[in-house]
């Protein structure tokens, strides 16, 4: 008797038995809710699903459109919108002030309780580009400076300082009830009287204020004592406002902002600032007047929000 044959035999028959057992084949599984078909490997007792995307690279075209295009302006977002889209699109817009954006999804969902369901992976995205004029301004907003420092970020931005005349020039009615509770057209500063405020505190850096007073007319009187001499300095006139005009976002139309003047004598010295008045107000309407064009030139719903992520 040939034991060695015999175990050969046996060996070959388990490994052939196991082989067989064990062989990956792809198979296709059925979902019973909706009789979707995939394709799937089954090794032993696993199943594992094969991802579509591995056939992507031999398709002659995508299965779907996919994918999210980022704009850099209102027109080429609503080009792009008005290229794809068709009558179930949507467009969300978030007026978060810090980050503004508008999400076009152009495969949303089919519209009604009974509409189809679509992926929702094709989007236009735009993020509002706050302006450089908007951000240096807002940045130092209600910032206390010395008096060097105030006079040196007056004159980088004296450029947005606007000349008005307020009662011969136009300005939004909000904006002239704040003139007139301060007292009128003379309380607020052009930028010619900006810059002799900003060349009168650097002159005066190193001096002792000696009085600050306000007048009737909504300015203040500060009066500086040098450190030099025993004389008094020359007094210097503070407007109680001024106006500025820039853009909220790039490229986009200018906005009329009162910033109001402020200042506080503390251990001989004075710290100025500027608040800028109802910027609030400014950003939402800004918003608003983009959404809106988005809306009528697109001819699509607008909700306020972000989409389904």
Sequence with gaps: MNTTVEGDGI???????????????????????????????????????????????????????????????????????????????IVFADDNREKPSITAVLDYHRVGAGGDPRFGKHRSLFGFPLSDEWKAWNDSNATPMSMADFAAFLENRIIDVLYVIPGEDSLPEDVQRLIDTLGGGDTVATPNKLMELARGLQVNESAVVQEAVNLSSGEGVVRFQSEHTDAAGAPLKVPSLFLI????????????????????????????????????RTFDHAFS???ERVKIETELPVLIGKPEA
């Excluded at 388990?14 to 296709?28: F, G, P, Q």
């Excluded at 599984?29 to 090794?43: K, Y």
């Excluded at 402020?262 to 010295?269: C, D, E, I, N, T």
């Design 245 to 280: 005009g820039i853009p909220v976002f790039n490229n986009g139309p200018l906005y009329r902002i009162a910033a109001r003047l402020r200042y506080r004598k503390a251990g001989g010295r004075l710290t100025f600032w500027y608040e800028l008045w109802r910027t609030d």
């Design 11 to 89: 060996v070959t028959e388990v490994r052939e038995l196991v082989e067989t057992y064990v062989k990956a084949e792809v198979v296709e599984i059925t979902e019973p809710s909706t009789g979707v078909v995939a394709l799937a490997v089954r090794s032993g007792n696993s199943v594992t699903p094969l991802t579509p995307t591995i056939f992507d690279q031999y398709r002659a075209a995508p299965r779907y459109r996919q994918g999210a295009a980022t704009l850099l302006s209102i027109d080429s977002l609503i080009d792009h919108i008005n290229r794809f889209k068709d009558t179930d699109s």
């Design 289 to 291: 007047e983009a959404v």
